[in-house]
């Protein structure tokens, strides 16, 4: 786990190489351990190591191996290394190392492009040809890992997050008017490849990119989910389901203990993380270190979970760590949890994560979260509607989807933005119309599940975990997002995943392995109530933001609405009860945090 960053010329230049050490800088919290640089011909690659697997000097980034003509940078694990150096070792492949980061050098000399079929894990890659000068991008299945990129006539650069990009200089700063859209309307998700600004784009998940020799740049799709049901499983019962499910989720948690470093687990207290703390005791991790994390209550809003949390780690025997935040910390941590976005995330879970793993990081590099579950296995409210009769047809699907899950309708954006940045027609709508037509969904609940696992599940939810356990040199690791147990879940019948409230075939198979009580408690979340609702010092913080010259010259927002909005600040809520005035505050103090003074025209 790391960051890296590089620089391909297109213009048969060479590769400004303080450009990419100053990008790799800023990956620096991604990547404590270590650092390094590299060029050769048109290609300079930078990196920040986090030391996991094989800690020695051998594993060091960037990684080049004169024999193949190869050079890798690159952020992830690679679960199955062990199994696919042994196949390699068989092919007569030699290492010099005990790393992962090899394995892929050898992995694609021998497969080429389609080694990433053989990888099991999470990655974002450059790898870069000595002899052709081909650059091979990439990113994996689920979009865990990011990889950001910029281009021009003369360069493309890449990097593990967009304020990396800034570092090098040359962006377009000014406000994707497509991306915003999004941003206020897709609930805060702005789908790959755009970003909020003009300039910087992002790989989709389980894309590659290839960097011809002669400059062009072909994308490619290489694994998408089928949400249909399948033959060999058509007379499977409901225990047969549960069976299959457990099955495939002991086999992710167990992948996901590959490390020559202790690992530990981020424990809520919900059904997900409980559950992945209960497939580890399983697999014998006694004494196993947990953590979770409580706020003061504000607005009559509690503010921490802990007696299901104390429930799970008394039932294991954790060495498990409460972690207390008072509101003096909090306000402090905001500031450092922004900067740490490498998009714009209204989730108010963000400055959780990122006090918990300032405190994880003290004791552990590795955790693994149950991020992902709710997407996979339907534990949403709006996924049993999608199966009613209103969403029957791809027009009804969509109105049912929007009316659950979108912030405001085309008139609610207009009365909130400033006229001059609202883009045409509607392309959020017009994003989901297009997706839900896609082949290979077969129900209106599929098709929401399709969408949500591979656009929003990526761009909320993974983009935050990573986000936030980065920024203390934190690797955090996520088995529900393994790409196996995703297929299953995804050929499984919709009635069983909305049954009990959602996640229904979950919940039965994790009712062999943890107390039913966690089970059948009311649906938790990461309570923040501070920021839920805003007053005092964070309400102070966010008219600041929105007062501030800078916002004024940018003109993204209506005068009338900011005022309307301070005037009462926690009336306005979307569906999905997020502050309205925390999102565009939000917003805003992302772009001042970077340093962004684009235009929003």
Request: charged residues 25%.
């Amino acid at each position: 786990m790391c960051g890296a960053a590089g620089e391909v010329r297109l213009d048969g230049q060479v590769p400004d190489v303080a450009a990419v050490a100053a990008m790799a800088a800023v990956l620096a919290p991604r990547g404590p351990d270590g650092a390094g640089t590299w060029s050769q011909g048109r290609v300079a690659l930078g990196h920040r190591r986090l030391s996991i697997i094989d800690l020695s000097e051998a594993g060091a980034q960037p990684m080049v191996d004169a024999d193949l003509g190869l050079t890798i940078a690159w952020n992830g694990c690679i679960y199955n290394y062990k199994e696919l150096r042994s196949e390699l070792q068989g092919h007569g492949y030699r290492f010099f190392s005990h790393s992962d980061s090899e394995v892929l050098l050898k992995a694609y000399h021998r497969w080429g492009d389609d080694f990433v079929s053989h990888l099991m894990g999470m990655f974002a890659f450059a790898i870069a040809e000595r002899d052709t000068g081909r650059v091979l991008l990439g990113r994996d299945r689920l979009g865990i890992k990011p990889l950001y990129f910029s281009e021009d006539s003369h360069r493309i650069r890449f990097a593990s997050s967009l304020p990396a990009l800034l570092a090098g200089g040359g962006v377009d700063t000014r406000i994707d008017h497509v991306a915003l859209h999004h941003y206020m309307t897709f609930h805060s998700v702005v789908p790959a490849p755009l970003t909020i600004l003009r300039g910087v784009r992002k790989i989709p998940p389980a894309s590659l990119v290839a960097i011809e020799p002669d400059g062009r740049r072909n994308t490619t799709t290489y694994w998408t989910p089928d949400f249909t049901r399948r033959g060999d499983r058509s007379d499977w019962s409901e225990k047969d389901w549960e069976d299959a499910v457990l099955e495939s989720l002991r086999t992710a948690v167990q992948r996901r203990l590959v490390a020559d470093v202790p690992v530990g687990c981020l424990l809520s207290g919900g059904v997900d993380s409980s559950l992945i703390v209960g497939l580890l005791a399983e697999a014998g991790q006694h004494g196993l270190s947990t953590f979770s994390i409580g706020f003061e209550a504000a607005g009559g809003v509690e503010g921490d979970e802990f007696k299901w949390s104390d429930i799970v780690a008394e039932r294991f025997a954790t060495n498990h760590h409460q972690i207390r935040i008072g509101t003096d910390r909090m306000l402090p941590a905001l500031a450092g949890a922004i900067g740490a976005m490498s998009e714009p995330m209204v989730s108010h879970d963000c400055v959780a994560f990122y006090l918990l793993s300032q405190e994880v990081a003290r004791h552990v590099k590795v955790v693994q979260s149950g991020q992902g579950a709710d997407e996979v296995f339907a534990g949403y409210h709006w996924y049993p509607p999608m199966g009613g009769p209103g969403a029957g047809d791809l027009e009804g699907a969509v109105a049912t989807y929007r009316k659950a899950f979108f912030d405001r309708d085309a008139t609610g954006l207009r009365a909130l933005l400033s006229p001059e940045v609202v883009a045409p027609d509607d392309p959020s709508q017009r994003f989901v119309a297009e997706h839900f037509a896609r082949a290979n969904a077969e129900t209106g609940i599929d098709r929401a599940l399709r969408l949500d696992t591979t656009v929003m599940l990526v761009d909320d939810p993974v983009k935050r975990v990573d986000n936030m356990t980065m920024a203390w040199g934190l690797e955090g690791r996520v088995p529900f997002l393994d790409h196996e147990l995703v297929e299953l879940a995804a050929s499984c019948p919709p009635e069983l995943k909305i049954a009990h409230d959602g996640k229904g075939v979950l919940k039965q198979a994790a009712r062999r392995v943890i107390p039913s009580a966690v089970i059948d408690r009311p649906k938790g979340y990461f309570p923040v109530p501070a920021l839920t609702h805003l007053e005092g010092p964070y309400l102070d913080m966010v008219r600041d933001a929105l007062y501030a010259p800078v916002a004024k010259e940018r003109g993204l927002f209506r005068a009338d609405a900011v005022e309307g909005l301070l005037a009462d600040p926690n009336r306005r809520l979307t569906p999905l009860r997020g502050n309205e005035l925390w999102q565009i505050a939000l917003l805003e103090m992302w772009l001042q945090q970077h340093g962004i003074t684009g235009a929003a025209a």
